[in-house]
């Protein structure tokens, strides 16, 4: 098996950049998810109330992110912005201390969107918890993205996936950081331990999806009930008590340094069978 995609995504629910290789730190990919749009009460906002982030394109430069959108032109946004300030921002459950942008940033997104945004981002002062029920230590760390440093999908899940809906999907619905050829469908689910060249993960948690993944991200609207819809038929399970249908595998890396590559082999250490029992090769 190998890597196959690595993707980041520098501001939560914008459009992603695919990468040859990436560094990894304590919370992730290194800018991946570090960067989050609020609203006026300062709670994170996503494509599950604004769509529309999924039309925004995101570059990383020297010094810089720029966005753009048809119609609004583009937008220079400094690394770190200038004259901070920070204040506390709510992500799910989390209380986040982040650094306020000012000015045309936040009316640049305001205007795209057509609500009142700030953007905002996360220093290396601020310590967002791994769920407790999840981490492997007590120290993990995450960033902006909802609630782990990593998501790993196989090539052959979707591949699965698509043989069951009458119009195929593609990855980018799913806004993984990993993709991986040659395993077999679902097998992700298992992995307990692997390796992804000579960097360690372990596999902590199923994806629970949301609607989100009916987003078509070619037009920014919700464009029906798929592929959530097929999903919940034959992937749908129990989780700490909640009902969700998964897809894909959440991941905390052991060490918070090293360097991934499209084409890295992935290797599995150790397989443990998901706290989940699924029908995953039922076809409808």
């Known amino acids: 098996m190998i890597l196959s995609e690595i993707n980041i995504y520098p501001i939560k629910s914008l459009r992603g950049i695919s990468l040859e290789t990436a560094e990894i730190d304590d919370r992730g990919l290194v800018n991946d998810r570090r960067w989050m749009l609020v ?3 300062d ?3 996503t494509q599950r109330v604004l769509p529309r982030l999924a039309l925004i394109n995101v570059s990383l430069e020297e010094g810089c992110l720029t966005v753009d959108c048809d119609g609004f032109g583009t937008q220079r946004i400094d690394l770190l912005p200038t004259n901070a300030v920070s204040r506390p921002v709510t992500i799910f459950d989390s209380i986040v201390e982040a650094e306020i942008y000012a000015g045309e940033v936040n009316e640049w997104f305001s205007d795209v969107l057509g609500t009142k945004l700030r953007l905002v981002r996360m220093p290396q002062t601020s310590r967002r918890s791994v769920s407790s029920d999840y981490r492997k230590r007590a120290s993990d760390i995450v960033s902006f993205a909802d609630g782990y440093p990593f998501l790993l999908i196989g090539e052959a899940s979707l591949t699965d996936l698509n043989q069951r809906l009458d119009a195929p999907v593609e990855m980018k619905r799913f806004r993984p950081n990993f ?5 077999e469908p679902y097998e992700e689910d298992r992995w307990k331990e692997f390796r992804i060249g000579e960097n360690i993960f372990y ?3 199923l994806k629970g999806r949301c609607v989100v993944t009916t987003v078509d991200p070619a037009k920014g609207v ?4 798929d592929p959530l ?3 919940a038929k034959y992937r ?5 008590g909640k009902r969700n249908a998964f897809f894909g595998q959440n991941l905390i890396a052991e060490a918070a340094a090293g360097t991934v590559s499209v084409g890295d082999s992935v290797e599995v250490v150790v397989y443990e069978d998901p706290p989940v029992t699924m029908s995953h090769r039922q076809m409808n």
């Open 222 to 225: 919700f464009d029906g009930k």
């Open 179 to 183: 993709v991986v050829k040659g395993s």
């Open 229 to 231: 819809k097929t999903l």
């Open 39 to 41: 609203d006026e009460n």
């Open 43 to 45: 709670k994170f906002v």
């Open 236 to 240: 749908t399970g129990t989780l700490n």
């Open 203 to 205: 596999g902590v948690k």
